[in-house]
Protein backbone atom coordinates (compact mmCIF):
# COMPACT_ATOMS: atom_id res chain seq x y z
CA UNK A 1 0.00 0.00 0.00
CA UNK A 2 1.35 3.25 -0.74
CA UNK A 3 1.49 6.23 1.76
CA UNK A 4 0.36 9.69 0.19
CA UNK A 5 2.56 12.89 0.78
CA UNK A 6 1.29 14.94 3.58
CA UNK A 7 1.86 18.49 2.81
CA UNK A 8 2.56 21.16 5.38
CA UNK A 9 0.59 24.74 6.22
CA UNK A 10 4.33 26.39 4.97
CA UNK A 11 4.69 23.72 1.77
CA UNK A 12 0.86 24.60 0.98
CA UNK A 13 1.27 28.36 1.20
CA UNK A 14 4.79 28.03 -0.97
CA UNK A 15 2.96 26.27 -3.36
CA UNK A 16 0.50 28.92 -4.03
CA UNK A 17 2.66 31.82 -4.03
CA UNK A 18 4.66 29.40 -6.80
CA UNK A 19 1.34 29.83 -8.75
CA UNK A 20 1.63 26.06 -8.94
CA UNK A 21 -2.03 25.54 -7.86
CA UNK A 22 -3.64 28.70 -9.34
CA UNK A 23 -6.77 28.39 -10.97
CA UNK A 24 -7.75 25.42 -8.85
CA UNK A 25 -10.29 25.42 -5.94
CA UNK A 26 -8.29 23.57 -3.17
CA UNK A 27 -7.50 23.16 0.25
CA UNK A 28 -5.10 21.59 2.69
CA UNK A 29 -7.35 18.92 4.84
CA UNK A 30 -5.39 17.15 7.32
CA UNK A 31 -1.94 17.35 5.48
CA UNK A 32 -3.82 16.50 2.07
CA UNK A 33 -4.56 18.62 -0.86
CA UNK A 34 -8.07 18.51 -1.31
CA UNK A 35 -10.40 19.64 -4.34
CA UNK A 36 -13.67 21.22 -3.07
CA UNK A 37 -17.09 20.96 -4.23
CA UNK A 38 -18.54 23.14 -6.62
CA UNK A 39 -20.73 25.39 -5.00
CA UNK A 40 -24.70 25.23 -5.80
CA UNK A 41 -26.28 28.42 -6.12
CA UNK A 42 -28.43 27.62 -2.60
CA UNK A 43 -25.10 26.47 -0.83
CA UNK A 44 -23.68 30.09 -1.93
CA UNK A 45 -26.37 32.23 -1.07
CA UNK A 46 -26.80 30.48 2.51
CA UNK A 47 -23.56 31.30 2.92
CA UNK A 48 -23.39 34.97 2.11
CA UNK A 49 -27.13 36.04 3.95
CA UNK A 50 -25.93 33.62 6.83
CA UNK A 51 -22.66 36.20 6.83
CA UNK A 52 -24.87 38.92 6.55
CA UNK A 53 -26.95 37.96 9.22
CA UNK A 54 -24.34 37.11 11.91
CA UNK A 55 -22.25 40.68 10.02
CA UNK A 56 -25.47 42.27 11.81
CA UNK A 57 -25.80 40.55 15.18
CA UNK A 58 -21.92 41.25 15.43
CA UNK A 59 -21.41 44.42 14.68
CA UNK A 60 -18.51 45.64 16.24
CA UNK A 61 -17.55 42.75 18.18
CA UNK A 62 -16.53 40.72 15.97
CA UNK A 63 -15.32 39.53 12.10
CA UNK A 64 -17.66 37.76 10.42
CA UNK A 65 -15.60 36.30 7.37
CA UNK A 66 -17.40 34.77 4.34
CA UNK A 67 -15.89 31.97 2.22
CA UNK A 68 -11.81 32.60 3.32
CA UNK A 69 -9.37 30.37 4.59
CA UNK A 70 -8.03 29.97 7.96
CA UNK A 71 -4.77 28.23 9.49
CA UNK A 72 -4.47 25.45 11.34
CA UNK A 73 -1.30 23.42 12.93
CA UNK A 74 -1.82 21.34 9.36
CA UNK A 75 -4.98 22.45 7.09
CA UNK A 76 -5.94 25.44 5.45
CA UNK A 77 -9.72 24.90 4.77
CA UNK A 78 -11.88 27.73 3.70
CA UNK A 79 -15.32 27.33 6.04
CA UNK A 80 -18.30 29.34 4.46
CA UNK A 81 -18.29 31.59 7.42
CA UNK A 82 -15.84 32.04 10.40
CA UNK A 83 -16.74 34.41 13.30
CA UNK A 84 -13.28 35.91 14.40
CA UNK A 85 -11.78 38.62 16.73
CA UNK A 86 -11.25 41.85 15.60
CA UNK A 87 -9.42 44.32 14.42
CA UNK A 88 -9.85 43.17 11.07
CA UNK A 89 -6.39 44.34 10.59
CA UNK A 90 -5.01 41.89 12.28
CA UNK A 91 -5.40 39.54 9.19
CA UNK A 92 -3.58 41.48 6.05
CA UNK A 93 -0.41 39.36 6.46
CA UNK A 94 -1.86 35.75 7.58
CA UNK A 95 -5.16 33.96 7.77
CA UNK A 96 -6.77 33.83 11.20
CA UNK A 97 -5.89 30.73 13.31
CA UNK A 98 -7.70 28.93 16.51
CA UNK A 99 -6.99 31.36 18.76
CA UNK A 100 -8.73 34.03 16.78
CA UNK A 101 -11.25 31.52 16.11
CA UNK A 102 -14.75 32.35 18.07
CA UNK A 103 -16.85 29.52 15.87
CA UNK A 104 -17.24 28.20 12.37
CA UNK A 105 -20.25 27.61 10.39
CA UNK A 106 -20.07 25.55 6.97
CA UNK A 107 -23.05 25.12 4.62
CA UNK A 108 -23.98 21.45 3.75
CA UNK A 109 -26.15 19.84 0.99
CA UNK A 110 -23.74 17.18 -1.34
CA UNK A 111 -20.52 18.06 1.37
CA UNK A 112 -22.97 17.04 5.22
CA UNK A 113 -20.98 13.75 5.45
CA UNK A 114 -17.42 15.86 4.96
CA UNK A 115 -18.46 18.14 7.41
CA UNK A 116 -19.54 15.92 9.70
CA UNK A 117 -16.96 13.19 10.03
CA UNK A 118 -13.43 15.24 8.53
CA UNK A 119 -14.08 18.64 8.73
CA UNK A 120 -15.07 18.34 12.33
CA UNK A 121 -12.17 16.09 13.20
CA UNK A 122 -10.23 19.05 12.52
CA UNK A 123 -11.95 21.48 13.77
CA UNK A 124 -12.12 19.55 16.78
CA UNK A 125 -8.45 18.97 17.04
CA UNK A 126 -7.94 23.08 16.55
CA UNK A 127 -9.84 22.94 19.59
CA UNK A 128 -12.28 25.08 17.86
CA UNK A 129 -14.86 25.73 20.01
CA UNK A 130 -17.79 25.42 18.24
CA UNK A 131 -18.95 24.32 14.83
CA UNK A 132 -22.63 24.74 13.57
CA UNK A 133 -23.29 23.07 9.92
CA UNK A 134 -26.23 24.11 8.34
CA UNK A 135 -27.95 21.05 6.53
CA UNK A 136 -29.83 22.47 3.71
CA UNK A 137 -31.55 19.43 3.20
CA UNK A 138 -33.12 18.96 6.55
CA UNK A 139 -33.07 22.72 7.33
CA UNK A 140 -31.58 22.18 10.34
CA UNK A 141 -28.39 23.38 12.38
CA UNK A 142 -26.00 21.06 13.71
CA UNK A 143 -24.13 22.49 16.45
CA UNK A 144 -20.94 20.78 17.99
CA UNK A 145 -19.28 22.08 20.90
CA UNK A 146 -16.56 20.57 23.48
CA UNK A 147 -13.76 19.77 21.27
CA UNK A 148 -11.23 16.85 22.75
CA UNK A 149 -9.49 14.47 21.42
CA UNK A 150 -10.55 15.29 17.88
CA UNK A 151 -14.08 15.27 18.43
CA UNK A 152 -16.84 17.63 19.60
CA UNK A 153 -18.31 15.68 22.75
CA UNK A 154 -21.82 17.75 22.55
CA UNK A 155 -23.90 17.71 19.36
CA UNK A 156 -27.47 19.95 19.08
CA UNK A 157 -29.53 19.22 16.19
CA UNK A 158 -32.28 21.94 15.62
CA UNK A 159 -34.31 23.26 13.06
CA UNK A 160 -36.31 26.10 14.85
CA UNK A 161 -36.16 28.71 17.66
CA UNK A 162 -32.75 30.17 18.92
CA UNK A 163 -29.34 29.17 19.30
CA UNK A 164 -26.67 31.60 21.38
CA UNK A 165 -23.44 31.18 20.65
CA UNK A 166 -20.64 30.36 23.09
CA UNK A 167 -18.62 33.16 22.91
CA UNK A 168 -21.43 35.38 23.04
CA UNK A 169 -23.88 33.91 25.46
CA UNK A 170 -26.13 37.84 25.15
CA UNK A 171 -26.50 37.03 21.06
CA UNK A 172 -29.73 35.05 19.80
CA UNK A 173 -29.54 33.57 16.36
CA UNK A 174 -32.80 32.85 14.77
CA UNK A 175 -32.53 29.55 12.95
CA UNK A 176 -35.26 30.80 9.99
CA UNK A 177 -32.53 33.58 9.46
CA UNK A 178 -29.80 30.96 8.49
CA UNK A 179 -32.01 29.77 5.82
CA UNK A 180 -33.53 32.15 4.03
Known amino acids: ?9 DDYHRMVEAGILHGRHLELLAGEIVEMSPETPIHYTTAKRGAKYLEELLSSRADVRFNGPITLSNSEPEPDIAIVRLPESSYKDRHPTPQDIFWIVEVAKTSLNKDLDIKAAIYATAAIQEYWILDLSSKQVIVLSNP ?33
Do not use: C
Open 1 to 9: MKTLAKWSV
Open 148 to 180: QDGKYLEEHTTGEGIITPLAFPDVSVFVNRLFL
